[in-house]
């Protein structure tokens, strides 16, 4: 018989930046349900990747100074190496540089555009030139750009348009036949509102930049970066490609997990699409909530607090970080990261808890019978309560995962983990292990103890992969007894079983120790390093950690020179960048320079600047930048060129 499928995603992340907890986090959670169902026997689909088209990478790219594919290769790989290290389970990465997902989305854009579900119409707003921004009128602030403060004129630009408008009605009638499509409900509430508020049409084209996938058969356009995303979802499968077998097999995706500020994409936008293409809709969209710090900000890059996930699984191991983001925090809503609840938890739920249970359990075995349980054994009633718990355990896992609570699956776990580690102190084997006539007796407590690490075992697999066979091996259980059939049967382990005592499966963590060596890794603010300074009198600032100490002839290798600003003006395509023209004392040189928040063209032109003169070239949104010109972290946020006016253009500084 063919096995059921089960087609489950993450959101594709963006690579602009280093992957943080709170991008593990809706990860981990798939790769939990997808392990869950393959354990039960589903042939399993899990998707997850990349979005890696749009403004913000190709400005980011500018930026740094290389092209936007050198500069998500990267990050990508970073990505890749993090779900290895948290040992995530896809079966497909996509990313939407992958040319196959390129063509699709062409054949999907051009689809939509010959059933005129796609048109040509104008974009109008009042338009922010140095910004490339359109906004509405009540965006302006006293009516000037709200970003920059500068003048805006009316504008309109030629743009192709996807006709949402016309699926508000269809959308509402699907929440209402389909009420599982939106999980949880109160995000479908929200979603029911924002419709009724009124669906325009939806802009699905750019020209104001180029790194997008072109409009095929109008390439000055480049497709919108969220249309492109969405469609990975049918791409990845191989729809539009030559062979869609798999799309046929898996699709419609039993879920999309995303987190809840991107409901609204998938929840209107999506199924409008599928709509448009006569396309199956997924069965249920999960908006999951936030990891949030113990202030109640979202977790983000840009706020300076992100916890690196590669940093906490070296120092406590992937599973403690799998069983925190699952446990503490019920899926749907918004939880608190913070070292202290992490390290908490590991304490007390791992080491204590099913730490102890193991190691009291395999020492007991081997201290009494060297490691063989004997085959006689003798019933208790006081057994009864832990075997019927252990038993039911799976259907209450099973019931848990059904609706994704992955909270409420491992507190069933540790609800029979702890009532083991009670039957422990109740049966006292300690004290039947000094009574030879109570040798059955013994034999069977420690069985029972197996026996329900057995089906633990099994059923912690998904959420901590590495630690379950750990425990399955220091109970020496076979492969037969650790099927998903297995885990609702007593009984199951042989009375053969040669139990061995094995390394600690968490070790105990110093509260107060640990803290203080985490709040060390921790970036320190300028002000507080300089604080530091201070109280230590140092007068000469040591090389900030991770910055390596060079020679004098390294330094040679660098030629600064005075450089004279003759010109300067916005680039169109970055906001943040200026071109700068730079007579050098030899010629004419041009320079792109990541400062239009700092300064304006006119406070440059004619002064003089330290120019890195033997910089190799690199193009920066279509500039092809000589050099670089010297400026200053000058504070949170602020940055200062170094001037040297009154200088000669092509003097050499040593
Ligand atoms: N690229 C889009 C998704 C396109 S899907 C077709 C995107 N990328 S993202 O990198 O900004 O975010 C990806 C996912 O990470 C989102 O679901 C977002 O909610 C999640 N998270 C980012 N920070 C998070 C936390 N601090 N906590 C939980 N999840 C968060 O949006």
Not at 66 to 86: G, H, M, N, R, S
Not at 264 to 270: A, C, E
Not at 446 to 462: A, D, H, M
Not at 481 to 490: D, G, H, M, S
Request: aromatic share 10%; charged share 25%.
């Amino acid at each position: 018989m063919e096995k059921k499928t089960f087609y489950i995603t993450t959101p594709i992340y963006y690579p602009s930046g280093q992957a943080h907890i709170g991008h593990s986090y809706c990860t981990v959670a798939s790769d939990a349900i997808a392990r869950y169902k393959r354990l039960q026997g589903y042939d399993v689909m899990f998707l997850t990747g990349t979005d890696e088209h749009g403004q913000k990478i190709e400005i980011k790219a500018a930026e740094a100074g290389v092209t936007p594919k050198e500069y998500v290769d990267k990050i990508v790989a970073d990505f890749q190496a993090l779900w290895k290290l948290l040992n995530i389970s896809n079966d497909r990465f996509i990313r939407t540089t992958d040319g196959y997902h390129v063509k699709a989305v062409q054949k999907i854009f051009r689809a939509l555009y010959d059933k005129g579900e796609i048109y040509k119409g104008k974009y109008e707003g009042w338009y922010c030139t140095p910004c490339e921004s359109f906004w509405t009128e009540t965006q302006l602030k006293d009516g000037k750009c709200p970003d920059c403060g500068r003048e805006v004129k009316w504008a309109e630009e030629e743009a192709y348009f996807f006709r949402l408008s016309h699926y508000a009605d269809r959308l509402l009638q699907l929440y209402e036949d389909q009420p599982e499509f939106i999980q949880p409900e109160s995000r479908k509430n929200e979603m029911i509102n924002f419709i009724k508020q009124g669906l325009g049409d939806l802009c699905v084209s750019r020209t104001s930049f180029t790194w997008g996938i072109p409009v095929d058969f109008d390439p000055k356009h480049v497709v919108y970066v969220w249309l492109d995303a969405l469609t990975n979802y049918i791409t990845a499968l191989g729809y539009g490609s030559d062979n869609e077998a798999d799309y046929q097999k898996y699709w419609p995706a039993d879920v999309h997990f995303v987190g809840k500020e991107i409901v609204r994409f998938h929840t209107i936008i999506w199924p409008a699409m599928l709509m448009a293409l006569d396309l199956p809709l997924p069965k249920q969209v999960y908006g999951h909530g936030w990891l949030l710090f113990g202030d109640g900000t979202k977790m983000s890059k840009s706020k300076g607090n992100v916890v690196d996930p590669v940093v906490l699984c070296q120092r406590y191991g992937v599973d403690a970080i799998r069983y925190f983001l699952l446990r503490e925090i019920p899926f749907g809503s918004d939880g608190v990261f913070t070292n202290e609840a992490l390290i908490s938890r590991i304490n007390s739920d791992l080491a204590n808890d099913l730490g102890n249970l193991l190691s009291r359990t395999t020492a007991m075995a081997q201290k009494y019978f060297g490691g063989t349980l004997p085959a006689e054994r003798e019933a208790d009633p006081l057994d009864e309560e832990l075997i019927s718990l252990a038993t039911a355990l799976r259907g209450k896992c099973d019931e848990a995962i059904r609706g994704y609570q992955f909270s409420t699956a491992l507190s069933e776990i540790w609800r029979v983990v702890s009532r083991a580690n009670k039957y422990i102190d109740e049966t006292m084997p300690w004290a039947l292990g000094k009574d030879e006539s109570k040798r059955a007796r013994l034999a069977a407590v420690l069985y029972n103890l197996c026996e329900t690490l057995r089906i633990v075992s099994i059923l912690l697999c998904p959420f901590l992969p590495n630690t379950s066979p750990r425990i399955q091996r220091q109970i020496g259980a076979p492969a037969e007894a650790l099927t998903y059939e297995a885990a609702a049967q007593w009984g199951r382990l042989p009375a053969s079983a040669a139990i061995t005592k094995g390394e600690t499966l968490f070790p105990r963590i110093d509260v107060d120790k640990e803290i203080e060596e985490l709040n060390a890794l921790l970036p320190k603010t300028s002000q507080e390093a300089e604080k530091e300074a201070a109280q230590a009198g140092k007068s000469q600032p040591a090389a900030p950690e991770g910055v390596a100490q060079i020679g004098i002839e390294d330094f040679s290798k660098v030629e600064l020179r005075v450089a004279k600003i003759t010109a300067c003006e916005p680039v169109k395509r970055a906001k943040k960048l200026l071109k700068l023209t730079l007579d050098d004392g030899e010629g004419v040189r041009t320079v792109a320079s990541g400062i239009a928040p700092w300064y304006r063209p006119e406070d440059l032109t004619g002064r003089s600047i330290v120019l890195v003169a033997n910089l190799k070239p690199a193009k920066l949104c279509g500039i092809e930048s000589q050099g670089m010109i010297l400026a200053a972290d000058a504070g949170e946020n602020d940055v200062k060129v170094l001037f040297v006016d009154g200088i000669p253009a092509g003097s050499r500084i040593h």
